[in-house]
């Protein structure tokens, strides 16, 4: 068990350009969430996944932001045309969900992705 | 939006024990209550959840109201180690959504 793994760990890059993060989650967890931090916030919930099905994604999201999560293993969230306001940690989380229980529901979380637009 | 309300922010004396409020006022027959935490820079850490019944682990005690309105988080000896955000969750088989936490601030 080797943990969630996000990569990278550290994305600058410029307005307008597209940027694309990789999440590899623990490798028997069926859900993948996605977060966005920014300073002194909690997390702020974007989207997520059962297997490869995404279930829902924040009416907060614009179109620019993709997420996908082929055959149920990693995901890549993808943001297009970034402007500076989409500057944040953005983080991975993934859990096991058994069906109509949370019991033992934990998130286990990556260490995020910091993007900075400038 | 989150279902839960928490204090923005808490002190507590090093050695004494930290008592975390949290109010689910509307919570349902089946959701769970987690805690979570987070230390600077890191992403959100699993330390504990419940459903009805007092629970206790390694890290921390949760006292769940009997009418699940409210619970607290007990972290019995805070060390400097403890600073950091609380957050105060409940959800059952549905996305995991955060509110604001509670930032505790173990002081020397």
């Known amino acids: 068990d080797t943990g969630v793994s996000q990569d990278p760990r550290h994305k600058i890059t410029k307005r307008g350009q597209n940027v694309t993060f990789r999440c590899d989650p623990i490798?028997?967890?069926?859900?993948l969430y996605w977060y966005r931090q920014t300073l002194g916030q909690g997390p702020e919930f974007l989207t997520y996944?059962?297997?490869?099905?995404?279930?829902?994604k924040s009416r907060l999201l614009s179109d620019r932001f993709s997420a996908e999560r082929p055959k149920g293993s990693f995901s890549t969230l993808e943001i297009q045309r970034t402007e500076q306001g989409d500057s944040a940690m953005y983080l991975c989380?993934?859990?096991?969900?058994?069906?109509?229980?949370?019991?033992?529901?934990?998130?286990?979380f990556g260490s995020g992705t910091q993007l900075s637009v400038l | 939006d989150a279902k839960t309300t928490q204090p923005p922010s808490m002190d507590c004396a090093e050695g004494r024990a930290a008592n975390l409020p949290c109010n689910h006022s509307?919570?349902?027959?089946?959701?769970?209550v987690y805690w979570y935490r987070q230390i600077h820079s890191q992403g959100p850490q699993y330390i504990i959840h419940?459903?009805?019944n007092n629970e206790t682990n390694e890290m921390a005690s949760l006292i769940i109201t009997e009418d699940r309105k409210s619970s607290t988080l007990i972290l019995p000896h805070a060390t400097l180690r403890d600073t950091a955000v609380y957050y105060c969750?409940?959800?059952?088989?549905?996305?995991?959504?955060f509110g604001p936490g509670t930032s505790l601030s173990v002081i020397p």
């Open positions: 989380a993934s859990s096991f969900s058994v069906w109509q229980t949370s019991d033992n529901e934990k998130l286990f």
């Open positions: 490798s028997e967890h069926n859900r």
């Open positions: 996944f059962q297997n490869e099905a995404q279930l829902e």
């Open positions: 509307t919570i349902s027959g089946n959701e769970y």
């Open positions: 419940g459903l009805k």
């Open positions: 969750i409940v959800f059952y088989y549905d996305k995991v959504i």
